[in-house]
């Protein structure tokens, strides 16, 4: 797919170019490179948030399981004696 972008400020053109060549690729696969990558790192970041959410949850029951358990456990203490 083609893209073009207007307006890109020629010392930002510039230092492009500068690491473009210093990994031997040209500025377009340079870009194209850049674009993709930021949009994994979107994808990603949905992803995290995702799995932070998820761990918060898991957190929550254990969090109950264990105060049950130790309800659970006094109150069979509680009987042995």
Known sequence: ME???RGVDPAAV????ELAKK????????LAAMI?????????????SQYETMV??????????SSTEEKLLQHLEGRQQ
């Open 14 to 17: 510039k230092k492009m170019d």
């Open 3 to 5: 893209v073009k972008i």
């Open 56 to 65: 918060a949850r898991c957190l929550k029951v254990i969090q109950q399981n």
């Open 23 to 30: 990994q031997g690729i040209s500025r377009t696969q340079f």
């Open 36 to 48: 993709n990558n930021f949009a994994a790192l979107e994808e990603f970041k949905s992803y995290r």
